[in-house]
């Protein structure tokens, strides 16, 4: 009952803050960007939040907190240190800049004007809207499962809550609501982490006895054939790290801090917070070795491992129904700041970077904002689709989306930002490399190694991009001279 009380809170909340943004929100880039106007605090807390979701509580921590054990962690240390105050410390200050000066507000837009290209955007904005909504599709999968266990509702069911949910608040308010609902959000998930570990590793008898419990029982829940290897780890760290720095979801919150001054505060505020939730979640799938067994741990009909339902099935066991009721908002906060993000990034792929930008130029804000809203709803619809097929594990879903996007714009971005060397050529080539090598590697080397195909897509146009640039014409001096101004 106490879970049913507080998610009903939650949703009244959520609908009131996008009530309370849509009357602030008038113009396009008040839709999509807040109208450049977002401090540290809100800024912080939209990346990190932006940046961990049901995905990672649910599946990465599940997935690889029974596979890696305590190696696990060093994914959570991996994504504070490099995804969040490298990301921030490296691009942010350049990323507002140049947006600014190109008078830019969507990746596929900066590339268009970074590489004087006229179909640049088109490419980038179709990319983006396909390829995250498997992204998209994973988080609410990951969430499905954790409804289903909390209130013993049907999984389909809990999607469409899901949908409702997210639906309200982001199709009213835009980027206002979503950045004020980051800044809520991402408080309940510091108290539900460190709460939830906090409880969990009293039960399992204290800090000692859980690490001398999992020391003894990972070697039998995994053998030693079936352990990870370096490069493993390596890939996994390196995905979720490096490879969030060409998401555009995760760049957009750079386009949007109020002034440069925003950037060493807000890189300070997102490191802590990705460091406590990351080594939470994974500490908390880590401890699925203290409290499940061989027997015990979830499995699918084929008799494999159902790595999605770890979490689930160790929380709903071992917590108190209040603590969590807690512990849904967590993952519920989670998983709607980060759906909340893809939805605008991708709605506005087609809105700004497709129909304004190809097929209807002089359309109007009013109009733009209605479709984007319109086109919100449609993406949210088609993520419900996708997670409700049951397609693969989290993993492999999040895997396959990070590898084609950031392998496709992290190094045109990346090396876009800071030489002036790069031509249009060489943009194109990455763009087309890195997408391809996600997709084939990813069938050739398989679900089990997907976070590695990603990795090396995300690697081979760091390559490609510095030596066709070498051997093509320039862009332009005065769209040079404008971008770094």
Not at 116 to 135: C, E, T
Not at 226 to 233: E, L, R
Not at 363 to 373: A, E, H
């Amino acid at each position: 009952m106490s879970s049913l009380i507080l998610l009903l809170l939650f949703l009244v909340v959520m609908i009131c803050v996008g009530i309370w943004g849509m009357r602030k929100t008038t113009t396009l880039s008040d839709f999509f960007l807040g109208g450049r106007t977002v401090g540290p605090w809100m800024s912080a807390f939209a990346y990190g939040t932006t940046y961990f979701s049901a995905a990672v509580f649910i599946g990465f921590a599940g997935k690889q907190g029974w596979g890696f054990g305590f190696s696990s962690l060093l994914i959570g240390v991996g994504n504070a240190v490099l995804g969040a105050m490298c990301a921030w410390l490296l691009l942010a200050r350049r990323t507002r800049r140049m947006t600014q000066n190109l008078d830019t507000m969507t990746m596929p837009e900066f590339l268009e004007a970074r590489y004087d290209s006229d179909h640049l955007k088109m490419i980038s904005a179709v990319l983006i809207f396909v390829f995250l909504l498997p992204y998209s599709a994973s988080v609410f999968k990951g969430l499905g499962h954790l409804f289903e266990s909390t209130f013993n509702i049907s999984f389909d069911f809990a999607l469409i809550i899901l949908v409702a949910i997210t639906g309200i608040y982001l199709v009213l308010g835009g980027y206002f609501a979503v950045t004020l609902t980051d800044f809520i959000q991402g408080f309940i998930m510091l108290g539900g982490a460190v709460t939830m570990v906090v409880v969990l590793t009293y039960k399992a008898g204290g800090l000692a006895e859980a690490i001398r419990a999992v020391k003894a029982n990972y070697p039998v829940h995994v053998p030693p054939a079936q352990q990870p290897s370096v490069i493993t780890v390596a890939s996994l760290i390196f995905m979720t790290s490096v490879g969030s720095w060409g998401l555009p979801q995760m760049v957009q919150k750079f386009y949007a801090v109020k002034n440069e001054r925003v950037i060493k505060s807000a890189a300070v505020i997102t490191t802590v917070f990705a460091l406590v939730i990351g080594v939470s979640a994974y500490f908390t799938g880590v401890l699925g070795h203290v409290f499940l067994s061989l027997d015990t741990v979830p499995r699918l009909a084929n008799g494999k491992i159902n790595y999605d339902m770890i979490v689930p099935t160790l929380l709903s066991r071992h917590l108190p129904e209040g603590l969590m009721a807690v512990i849904m908002l967590l993952v519920l906060s989670a998983s709607m700041s980060t759906l909340a993000s893809m939805v605008l990034v991708s709605s506005s792929a087609v809105t700004i970077d497709l129909y304004k930008g190809y097929l209807h130029r002089r359309v109007s804000d009013r109009q733009s904002v209605l479709m984007m809203r319109v086109l919100s709803a449609v993406f949210i619809f088609a993520s419900y689709l996708i997670s409700r097929l049951q397609i693969g594990f989290i993993v492999t879903l999040m895997s396959l989306s990070w590898g084609v996007l950031s392998g496709a714009f992290l190094a045109p971005y990346l090396l876009g930002v800071y030489s002036r060397k790069i031509t249009k050529a060489g943009a194109y080539a990455g763009i087309f490399t890195g997408t391809s090598a996600a997709v084939i590697l990813t069938m050739i080397l398989g679900a089990a190694n997907s976070p590695l195909a990603a990795s090396i897509a995300i690697i081979i146009p760091f390559a490609v991009v510095p030596v066709v640039s070498a051997f093509t014409p320039g862009v332009s001096e005065k769209t040079i001279t404008k971008a770094f101004a």
